[in-house]
């Protein structure tokens, strides 16, 4: 009977850790996505493109802060 119990225990930690281990990658990612990202707009600001995509930006940031928020909540 204990065996059955530390089985089942066993897979429920190894489930949780999996679970939580993909919500830090996509917070991570969408991190990385974001810093990347900056740094292209940083590069297209002198050629006038970057000016255009400023609100395309803003949008994108507000949009990544709610879908951070819905996945920790």
């Known amino acids: 009977m204990e065996i059955l119990l530390g089985l089942f225990l066993f ?3 190894i489930v949780a850790a999996f ?7 996509k917070i991570i990612f969408t991190i990385l996505g ?6 292209v707009i940083l590069a297209l600001i ?3 493109i ?8 803003i ?7 709610v879908k951070c928020i819905q996945l920790i909540l």
């Open 46 to 48: 002198p050629l006038g």
């Open 11 to 13: 897979f429920v930690f």
């Open 19 to 25: 679970k939580a281990g993909v919500l830090l990658l």
């Open 50 to 57: 970057g000016l255009l995509l400023i609100p395309a930006i």
């Open 34 to 39: 974001s810093i990347i990202g900056f740094f």
């Open 59 to 65: 949008i994108g940031v507000i949009v990544v802060i």
